[in-house]
């Protein structure tokens, strides 16, 4: 008997009670004792704790251990065992009312931590924080003690977190910065001002994941360490997106890849101004794959990419086309006519390599050579003109014009096509 006084003298010590408030609040039965009043207030806490659903982040009487992607407390849901070390009631109260506002990240620039503790103003009382915080103090052990285990019994999700707009009372935070997203004002200009109805759309229904809180088959999540091949992520986005770009995504090399859309993509906080794309420019998401072709964006002959004025999406379609390389257009000349207009033609004289394929004499990506030629111009002629053309197989001085400035281009400046009725040579 006088050690469990003992032990309820320091435990409200906490409290902030006296040894001769204790000795007040108890009454003597048989056998035993009755609760005192701060025990009485900690069990009626714990009630509170359990149907405003606190444990569903903070986990099972407050152990805490529910991932927090990205959050600065090691990436979890601090743990509630110390917390009265660290907040007087007025802090917590505070922090009841108000919610926990902005989440600290791990990374600055990355994502936002998915959980955030929404404002109980208006769902909890006076009287029940009061309870709330009497019981967070009775889970602080005493100084050399370890704190008791949790109980392995979880209570079950109160019914307000399964109802209609629940995604954002635990992920108020990330809600809030969707709002300003083009999938959610797509959704809900005629549907009306309802998250939960995007997030059902492409997450799957969310009561089965909050009552199965931690069980990653609960939900869809788009993650890159998400379980879900990427076939299954894709379905999601391709109920909507099956149409103009996106119409030969499933005979396209990219899906054959098991690429998913999120590999490119970042739906909830998009870096890019445009395509929500997960790099700020397409030239980034594309070598992030596709090296080689980063590589020879860095030479000195190259398309405008790192200058802004081309895209990747320009001449291809990362979705999908029945064409080769993904062109947006049914062959390479065409889709190099997008821009250079004057090369089509029609000619009175052709040159047949021209007329056949534009990379005979050109990489698109870049090259060391001017115009982007795939050879020095005088050894990219010889390729074709190697027999016959006494000016260009005869060794020539170091200032011939068959050698210096643009070489052949000198005299053959109109390679591409001639109308003159003398072109045929091609000639200026």
Same mark, same amino acid.
């Given at each position: 008997m006088i050690i469990?006084?003992?032990?309820? #003298?320091?435990?409200?010590?906490?409290?902030?009670?006296?040894? =001769?408030?204790?000795?007040?609040?108890?009454?003597? #039965?048989?056998?035993? /004792? &009755?609760?005192? #009043?701060?025990?009485?207030?900690?069990?009626?806490?714990?009630?509170?704790?359990?149907?405003?659903?606190?444990?569903?982040?903070? $986990?099972?009487?407050?152990?805490? *251990?529910?991932?927090?992607?990205?959050?600065?407390? $090691?990436?979890?849901?601090?743990?509630?065992? /110390?917390?009265?070390?660290?907040?007087?009631?007025?802090? @917590?109260?505070?922090?009841?009312?108000?919610?926990?506002? +902005?989440?600290?990240?791990?990374?600055?620039? =990355?994502?936002?931590?998915?959980?955030?503790?929404?404002?109980?103003? *208006?769902?909890? &009382?006076?009287?029940?924080?009061?309870? +709330?915080?009497? /019981? +967070?103090?009775?889970?602080?052990?005493?100084?050399?003690?370890?704190?008791?285990?949790? *109980?392995?019994?979880?209570?079950?999700?109160?019914?307000?977190? +399964? #109802? $209609?707009?629940?995604?954002?009372?635990?992920?108020?935070?990330?809600?809030?910065? @969707?709002?300003s997203n083009i999938h959610y004002t797509a959704h809900t200009s005629e549907r009306g001002d309802s998250v939960r109805y995007v997030c059902v759309q492409c997450h799957g229904d969310g009561r089965e994941h909050a009552k199965k809180y931690g069980d990653p088959s609960a939900l869809l999540v788009f993650t890159e360490d998400s379980q879900a091949p990427p076939r299954e992520k894709n379905a999601a986005c391709l109920t909507c997106h099956q149409r103009n770009r996106e119409t030969y995504w499933t005979a396209g090399i990219h899906e054959a890849k098991d690429i998913a859309c999120v590999d490119c993509h970042r739906v909830m906080e998009p870096v890019s101004e445009r395509n929500l794309l997960m790099q700020p420019s397409e030239a980034e998401v594309c070598g992030a794959c596709h090296l080689q072709q980063r590589a020879q964006l860095m030479r000195s002959s190259h398309m405008p990419m790192r200058e802004g004025k081309v895209t990747c999406s320009d001449c291809h379609n990362a979705h999908g086309t029945p064409t080769e390389k993904l062109l947006v257009d049914a062959t390479v000349n065409e889709n190099c006519y997008r821009c250079h207009a004057e090369k089509r033609g029609p000619f009175l004289w052709e040159h047949a390599p021209v007329a056949e394929n534009c990379l005979s004499c050109h990489d698109p990506h870049g090259s060391n050579h001017e115009k982007l030629l795939v050879a020095e111009a005088v050894m990219l002629c010889r390729q074709c003109h190697a027999s016959g053309d006494v000016h260009v197989t005869t060794p020539q001085p170091a200032m011939s014009q068959y050698a210096i400035g643009r070489s052949c281009g000198n005299c053959h400046s109109q390679i591409h096509g001639s109308n003159s009725p003398a072109g045929v040579q091609f000639l200026r």
């Open positions: 469990r006084m003992e032990s309820n #003298a320091r435990r409200l010590g906490r409290l902030g009670l006296s040894i =001769g408030s204790l000795l007040t609040a108890m009454t003597i #039965a048989v056998p035993g /004792y &009755s609760l005192t #009043a701060d025990e009485e207030a900690a069990g009626r806490g714990k009630g509170v704790f359990e149907r405003s659903g606190c444990f569903v982040c903070h $986990g099972n009487e407050g152990s805490g *251990g529910v991932r927090n992607r990205n959050s600065a407390t $090691g990436e979890r849901v601090p743990s509630l065992i /110390y917390s009265s070390r660290g907040f007087t009631d007025q802090a @917590f109260k505070q922090r009841f009312l108000q919610g926990a506002g +902005l989440i600290k990240k791990m990374d600055p620039r =990355g994502i936002t931590p998915p959980l955030s503790m929404p404002p109980f103003r *208006g769902r909890i &009382s006076d009287e029940e924080i009061a309870d +709330l915080i009497a /019981y +967070l103090k009775s889970l602080t052990p005493e100084q050399g003690e370890e704190p008791k285990p949790a *109980g392995g019994q979880k209570p079950p999700v109160p019914e307000y977190m +399964l #109802a $209609g707009d629940s995604c954002q009372i635990c992920h108020g935070a990330a809600a809030q910065r @969707f709002r």
